[in-house]
């Protein structure tokens, strides 16, 4: 997937989206292009360096989607349909973005 040998069938952008919305649009496109035969999704939820609230908590990123994206690639009626997740490369989002890749849908 980081070498660019396989074309990116989707790409999905979740900024300027809740996060619950983002978990929607999430689901719904992961079982929408599973059942079209589309296998590579890149999903860009961006990085989230501010940190918005008072906790003086220092991490590297801060963004509510990216840090609930691999909650999400582990619910279980997600992850029967993902073969693999790896973050982007630099060109396609780096740390801000997912390569998901979907099993072949067999049906």
Not at 6 to 12: A, G, N, R
Not at 31 to 60: A, H, Q, W, Y
Not at 76 to 99: M, P, Q, R, T, Y
Request: some cysteine; aromatic content about 12%; hydrophobic content about 35%.
């Amino acid at each position: 997937l980081k070498k660019g040998r396989i074309k990116i069938d989707k790409k999905i952008d979740f900024h300027g989206y809740s996060a619950e919305e983002a978990k929607q649009i999430f689901l719904n496109t992961i079982f929408n292009c599973f059942n079209n035969n589309l296998r590579c999704i890149l999903f860009v939820t961006g990085k989230g360096l501010l940190n918005k609230s008072d906790e003086p908590e220092k991490k590297l990123f801060y963004g509510k989607i990216r840090n609930s994206f691999l909650e999400w690639v582990n619910i279980n009626e997600v992850k029967i349909k993902i073969l693999s997740v790896e973050k982007a490369d630099l060109k396609n989002g780096g740390d801000g973005a997912f390569f998901v890749y979907l099993r072949k849908n067999k049906n």
